[in-house]
């Protein structure tokens, strides 16, 4: 990364790399405590946090919201892991889980459930103790549950000890961007923990930031500093979910405004940090943000009214009776095993079985293929529905 590509208000926080005498890295300047000149845009911050507010009121309301949202969670994982490149969808991560870690699945979908299991991980901490809880302790966790297949490889849970650079090439004189040396990473995480995943307005400052701007300077501070060897983007989308559940919102999983906008999205990144320039960056986030709330809304809503048809379809049984109980499973489960519904409804083997079997002869569900795994189910109209883009989404 050479001198003559950063900004000039940048020039302060670029150090020499030791080595390639050419070569500058980015030490990332001091996390923002308001929202940068030029990126102030007051309607796009309240279209974004009215869309917030009816999703939160939605989902206070909608009937299993839980099991909603766990199949929401499975899906961000699919798709804020596809942004890096991965090629495993949302029906191999279900069967995956169904199976419990079934052979015959692309190597990419262990990396995706890592991602299930981290995010499920920062939310208990933060249902546990709330925001106090999004400190540099919790980031590294969720890095090592993310990364922990690589352990032997390059540090997990740990900063990076050597000098990472992004860009195509193998050469670091050729980097789009060169972040700060290792030595470096740790004085500029401790900064932006302090800064805004601990956030607080002092007496003495004007104009404390919404919560969607701090999930903007969040998530673009972290990629600045790139504190990982590797794993940084999917650890940095964690911090936007994560925030949000802090302050009592339900997790909103942005990553699949992000990958339809994934251009986007990597150049409004690149502006803020060669450019110092946030204003690409806000507006491609306040946007996602209304985008991902829409969405997510819709999606709540047709899955309860799919599990409500299916429980008059399914009338004659009794009202309690596990195949009566298994349309709203399903809403969480849309891949399921029968031992999944044994320990989820609570009932016996020989019960599940027969209630899977109801629901077949209904078309309710289908056998995923059975002579491989065993019996597995797969609940064909959710499954559409959750691989349906949203209304009017165009591709980045």
Known sequence: MRRDQIALERHPYLVPVAGHPHVHALVAPPTPRRVPDGARNHAEFAQAHAALGRLQGVMAHLPNADMVTRTLARREAVVSSQIEGTKANLSQLLTYEATQGATGMPADVKVTERYVGALQHGLTRIRQTGRRALDLRLIH?????????????????????????????????????????????QGCMEEMAASILQYAPRDDEQGALSLVAQLAIAHAQFETIHPYHDGNGRTGRLLMPLLLAAEGYPPLYLSG?????????????????????????????????????????????????????????????????????LPRFLLGHPVLSVQQAVEGLGVSQPAANAALNNLLAEGIVSLVNERQWGRVFQATEIMARLDRPPRGAGAG
């Not at 540090?155 to 290792?182: K, L, M, N």
């Not at 943000?289 to 009338?315: K, N, P, Y």
Request: hydrophobic share 45%; net charge negative.
């Open 257 to 325: 405004a992000l990958l339809r906008a994934k251009a986007a999205y990597y150049a409004a990144l690149a502006d803020v940090q060669l450019q110092g320039n946030w204003r690409p960056w806000i507006e491609l986030l306040t946007v996602s943000v209304v985008e991902a709330c829409d969405e997510s809304i819709a999606i709540g809503q047709d899955l309860v009214a799919l599990a409500e048809r299916w429980e008059q379809q399914l009338g004659r049984y009794r009202a309690h009776s596990a195949t009566r109980r």
């Open 141 to 185: 966790e969720l890095h090592a549950e993310l990364m922990q297949d690589e352990a032997g490889v390059f540090p997990v849970g740990a900063y990076r000890t050597e000098q990472v650079w992004i860009g195509s090439s193998r050469r670091i004189e050729d980097a789009t961007f060169v972040p700060a040396p290792a030595a470096r990473v």
